[in-house]
Nanobody, 122 residues
Framework: QVQLVDSGGGMVHAAGALRLYCAAP????????ICWFRHAAGKEREFVAA????????SYADSVKGRFTISRDNAKNTVYLQMNNLKPEDTAVYYC???????????????WGQGTQVTVSS
């Protein structure tokens, strides 16, 4: 069982920046890939970014490439999503998720955070 706590959401103006956090308890064992998804009102949930346990491999949705950066600090059991140049269409609830491999975390993660709201005004 992996418990995830995501945080860092808020309200910003377009072109602003936010940093999201996905933290697991210090007692968490095992190595997990982490993925960020987002779910906007009236739309389907979509993939945003993912990172392997080692941090050596990352993947991004085309809509966020060049603006968002995913990274991790395993010593702190935390994954970050740095979001720059935010646009109103980035408004959504952002969720982090964990699985054992990059492939499965993107397709069918078993563990989820509770979500954090990001609102970007024009």
């Amino acid at each position: 069982q992996v418990q995830l706590v995501d945080s860092g959401g808020g309200m910003v103006h377009a072109a602003g920046a936010l940093r999201l956090y996905c933290a697991a308890p210090a007692r968490t064992t095992g190595s997990y890939a982490i993925c960020w998804f987002r779910h906007a009102a009236g739309k389907e949930r979509e993939f945003v970014a993912a990172i392997t346990w080692s941090g050596g491999l990352t993947s991004y949705a085309d809509s966020v490439k060049g603006r968002f950066t995913i990274s991790r600090d395993n010593a702190k059991n935390t994954v970050y999503l740095q979001m720059n140049n935010l646009k109103p269409e980035d408004t959504a609830v952002y969720y982090c998720a964990a699985e054992t491999t990059l492939r499965t975390v993107v397709r069918a993660p078993a563990y989820w955070g509770q979500g954090t709201q990001v609102t970007v005004s024009s």
